[in-house]
């Protein structure tokens, strides 16, 4: 795990390999650059800690990383961390001192920091305005922004836009590009080749090493690519209607492939928990992923919004709960099987029956799965991995369906399971996402 490094005599904190070697004694540890900036640290000019990956670690409590789940989706954005605790079934009182044992900052101010980091990077990487950067970042107003700025990094914007580095402005041919920072190292290929097997036809493609895939934002539609960048992040160009809320596009997409997490549990996500439902339930009476695509392309290029004009096989956006659960999947080509347990699931998640949230606890999503549309529990394991349940039950139930009866496990699902064999024992990391595009 990243831990990052304060020296006391100075008042600034470093990213791990910083050149700077300051006396151990005057040194102070930190898990999080919020946390360090709490304390009253401000971040080294030279190794720039806000461009490092820092996940929370393996060790936090379930309610903290459901917690911080939330927070990444922006629940703070326009909420109070007493409604956070409404969520979560507890009091703001007990949430911040959860918080401030096991992560040495409270709520609020982890959305603060995070937030202040999204926009450092932004005002780095890319040439949208102070006015762009603020709303992209999630920031209610500029004034807000620039205040948390100043307080952050003890400069305005403008200051911290003069102090980018000529090599960090990434130029791209249209879209938007900006860098997915990751805990080293990182294996795109196996990522990218998972991604190639299980996608939708229409809404994902993988081609040359990028991965690309059709999104929708308040309806309108978008595009997103992801393929390598260097030794410490990825690259993510977004093809957008708009960059409010860009922060949250950001956080899902490096959600799902992994760039969230440290490499000890780190796996293939999924950008739409509706969509990974839908998918793992369609391939769990199928005979191989070549089928479960046939079907889900049938799904799609009936009841997706169709999207004129891209390229690289993309054409729709994927079917909404509502969508698929006002029409007639009678006209489908899918077992009878597969057509009552989706007709389930749309219900359930209508009803409130079936949550799909990342505050959820796995045991509640899991047992909500399974009673409502009847599938299989390993396939509910399954769901719950691709949505950021990779502790040790979730991974152990999901790898007992690579041999099941039926023979239907492939050899993609054996690399997806793979995947997340080696999770750590302990609570389950945080897993991180945007609000804002429709799932």
Not at 271 to 290: H, R, Y
């Amino acid at each position: 795990m990243t831990t990052y490094s304060a020296v006391v005599t100075t008042g600034v904190y470093c990213r791990p390999g910083c050149g700077a070697k300051p006396l151990a004694e005057n040194v102070r540890t930190f898990e999080l650059a919020a946390s360090a900036e709490a304390a009253g640290f401000r971040a080294c000019l030279r190794c720039r800690p806000y461009r490092a990956a820092g996940p929370i670690a393996p060790g936090a409590p379930e309610l903290v990383c459901r917690a911080v789940r939330l927070i990444i989706d922006g629940v703070l954005d326009t909420g109070t961390e007493t409604s956070l605790g409404a969520r979560l079934a507890v009091s703001p009182r007990h949430l911040r001192r959860i918080f401030n044992d096991h992560l040495g900052v409270t709520p609020d101010r982890l959305a603060r920091s995070r937030r202040a980091h999204f926009a450092r990077r932004l005002l780095d990487d890319t040439d949208l305005t102070a006015a762009d950067v603020a709303f992209a970042s999630g920031f209610a107003s500029v004034r807000q922004f620039n205040r948390q700025m100043r307080e952050v990094f003890r400069a305005s914007p403008s200051q911290l836009r003069h102090r980018r580095r000529r090599t960090d402005r990434l130029v791209a041919d249209g879209g938007l590009t900006m860098r997915l920072p990751f805990e080293p190292p990182f294996d795109w290929d196996a990522m990218a080749a998972f991604f190639a097997d299980h996608a939708v036809p229409g809404v994902e493609s993988v081609s040359d090493r990028v991965y690309r895939r059709t999104v929708s934002l308040d309806g309108a539609p978008g595009v997103l690519e992801v393929h390598p960048g260097g030794t410490d992040h990825l690259l993510l160009r977004a093809h957008l209607p708009y960059w409010e809320g860009l922060i949250h596009v950001a956080e899902r997409a490096g959600r799902m492939v992994g760039t969230d997490v440290g490499t000890a549990v780190r796996g293939p996500g999924a950008w739409g928990p509706f969509e990974a439902a839908v998918q793992a339930i369609v391939a769990q009476e199928c005979n191989d992923l070549g089928e479960a695509r046939r079907q889900l392309d049938l799904m799609v290029r009936q009841f997706g919004p169709h999207v004129p004009g891209l390229t690289h096989g993309l054409t729709h956006l994927f079917p909404s709960a509502e969508v698929l659960g006002a029409g007639d999947l009678t006209d489908l080509d899918l077992p009878p099987a597969t057509i009552k347990s989706l007709a389930a699931l749309t219900a359930g998640v209508a009803s409130g029956a079936i949550v799909l949230d990342h505050g959820v606890r796995q045991a509640d999503l899991v047992a909500s799965l399974t009673a409502v549309t009847g599938i299989e529990p390993a396939t509910a394991h399954q769901i719950a991995l691709r949505l950021g349940h990779r502790e040790p039950d979730a991974a152990s139930r999901a790898d007992e369906g690579r041999g099941s009866a039926d023979g239907k496990a492939s050899s993609a699902d054996t690399r997806f399971c793979a995947a997340t064999d080696s999770v750590q024992s302990g609570d389950e990391p945080a897993q991180i996402g945007g609000s804002r595009v429709r799932i």
